[in-house]
């Protein structure tokens, strides 16, 4: 089994900067993709940003250029660093790992994101 402990999240004004936190902890024997979906209220869960265990990215157009996906394989971690932030990135922020070498997937908690304008 694998826990998923997310920090970060909170309250920010319109155009300022957040940086999401997803540690990994418990039965971990290979290195994972990791990646952040959100969803608003009423809205599917979707995308923002994915990094694969290469290290190669994939971010989400409606974040491009404001999003920065990173992670340390040593703490087991991934990072979300936001900026310009809109109220429309109000939403619950969850961490996603998917080990590949055994199709196993499990989500965090969620965070909550909020962008107040």
């Known amino acids: 089994q694998v826990q998923l402990v997310e920090s970060g999240g909170g309250l920010v004004q319109a155009g300022g900067s957040l940086r999401l936190s997803c540690a990994a902890s418990?039965?971990?024997?290979?290195?994972?993709?990791m990646g952040w979906y959100r969803q608003a209220p009423g809205k599917q869960r979707e995308l923002v940003a994915l990094?694969?265990?290469?290290?190669?990215?994939n971010i989400a157009d409606s974040v491009k250029g404001r999003v920065t996906i990173s992670r340390d394989n040593a703490k087991n971690t991934v990072y979300l660093q936001m900026s310009s932030l809109k109220p429309e990135d109000t939403a619950v922020y969850y961490c996603h790992v998917h080990f590949t070498l055994y199709n196993q997937q499990y989500w965090g908690q969620g965070t909550q994101v909020t962008v107040s304008s």
């Open positions: 990094i694969f265990s290469s290290g190669t990215t």
């Open positions: 418990g039965s971990i024997f290979s290195i994972p993709n």
